[in-house]
C-alpha cells in the first residue's frame, strides 16, 4: 500500500536526521555535560537509564515512527476528505434531499 511505503520512508529519514543530530560533537558534549547536573550520588542509576532508553529507542523507534506518520497521513486524508465534501456541498455539487 502506497501509505505504508510513505509512511516508512518519512519515518526513516526522520530516524536517519536524529541519528545525525545525536552524533554531532555538541549533542554529545551537551549530553556528557548533563550528567554534572545530577547530583553524585545519583550518577550510575541516570547513565544505566540513559543506556536503557537508548537501547529502547533503538530497538522501537523507526516502528514507533512508522506507526505515527501513518495515524498523519490518515488524519490528512480523512481531513481532506471532510473538505472535499463540504465543498461540493457548499458548491451544490451535492444536492440534498428535501423534508
Do not use: D
Not at 509512511?7 to 550528567?35: C, D, E, I, N
Not at 537501547?55 to 512508522?66: E, M, N
Request: include cysteine; aromatic fraction near 12%; charged fraction near 20%.
Amino acid at each position: 500500500m502506497a501509505v505504508n511505503a510513505i509512511a516508512r520512508w518519512m519515518a526513516r529519514q526522520t530516524w536517519r536526521g536524529m541519528l545525525w543530530l545525536m552524533r554531532r560533537g555538541w549533542m554529545r558534549r551537551l549530553q556528557r555535560g548533563s550528567m554534572n547536573l545530577i547530583p553524585a550520588s545519583r550518577r550510575a542509576g541516570a547513565r544505566e537509564n540513559r543506556m536503557r532508553q537508548n537501547r529502547f529507542a533503538r530497538r522501537h523507534g523507526v516502528p514507533l515512527l512508522t506507526f505515527m506518520f501513518k495515524l498523519l497521513l490518515a488524519s490528512i486524508v480523512f481531513t481532506g476528505c471532510y473538505f472535499i465534501a463540504l465543498w461540493f456541498l457548499a458548491t451544490g455539487g451535492i444536492n440534498t434531499p428535501n423534508r
